[in-house]
């Protein structure tokens, strides 16, 4: 079965760049009419949908977030990434990574970004 | 505040039956198909109900969800210690286009 796996640095400083990737096993990401999808969630809060890229690379960004967040489909490697610029200690927490069909299924187990000088 | 609104907790006792609510408006659950997930502590959200009320494979029909108008619900019979989580209802925003999350309902199992 497909499973999702999110990697990048845990500590990124403010009004610099948070990059993050999903590497996804078990199936190919160009296959289907899936979208590839961010969520995040602040530590003790809900969670908090970031945005999308289709497999033919058409993206939907959360409005709140659309002038600082760029996703990218990398099919070679079977990855998709998050780019979230000018980060602020706001943008701490846990970012999942997820397939999309109208529905989020499955999801990576997350991990911790930490915005700190 | 979230687009979606939920109670932030609910509780019931082993073998109870308990319902989390989750209201929205016409842009969202009025127009949109709502899908729960739960979140046990620690882990990652996992897909609970979807298309309002389908379940995937290996999720027990103790739980059901349902949908009306601008709100949905998800139900939880035969309360067991193990359905102690976070639960989150979401869907699809015409409006915003945008994801939307509830808050999040805490569920104890006293």
């Known amino acids: 079965q497909v499973q999702l796996q999110e990697s990048g640095p845990g500590l990124v400083k403010p009004s610099q760049t948070l990059s993050l990737t999903c590497t996804v096993s078990?199936?190919?990401?160009?296959?289907?009419?899936?979208?590839w999808s961010w969520i995040r969630q602040p530590a003790g809060k809900g969670l908090e949908w970031v945005g999308r890229?289709?497999?033919?690379?058409?993206?939907y960004y959360n409005p709140s977030l659309k002038s600082r967040v760029t996703i990218t489909l990398n099919t070679s490697k079977n990855q998709f990434s998050l780019n979230l610029n000018s980060v602020t200690a706001g943008d701490t927490a846990v970012y999942f990574c997820?397939?999309?069909?109208?529905?989020?299924?499955?999801w990576g187990q997350g991990t911790l970004v930490t915005v700190s000088s | 505040q979230s687009v979606l609104t939920q109670p932030p907790s609910a509780s019931g006792t082993p073998g109870q039956r308990v319902t989390i609510s989750c209201s929205g408006s016409?842009?969202?659950?009025?127009?949109?198909?709502v899908n729960w997930h739960q979140q046990l502590p620690g882990a990652a959200p996992k897909l609970l109900i979807y298309?309002?009320?389908q379940r995937p494979s290996g999720v027990p029909d103790r739980f059901s969800g349902s949908k009306s108008g601008t709100s949905a619900s998800l139900a939880i019979s035969g309360l067991q210690s193990e359905d102690e989580a976070a639960y989150y209802c979401?869907?699809?925003?015409?409006?915003?286009?945008?994801?939307?999350f509830g808050g999040g309902t805490k569920l104890t199992v006293l």
């Open positions: 997820a397939r999309e069909y109208g529905w989020f299924d499955p």
């Open positions: 078990g199936g190919s990401i160009s296959s289907g009419n899936y979208y």
């Open positions: 890229i289709s497999t033919s690379g058409i993206t």
């Open positions: 016409s842009s969202n659950i009025g127009s949109h198909t």
């Open positions: 298309s309002n009320n």
């Open positions: 979401a869907t699809w925003d015409g409006s915003l286009n945008s994801w939307v």
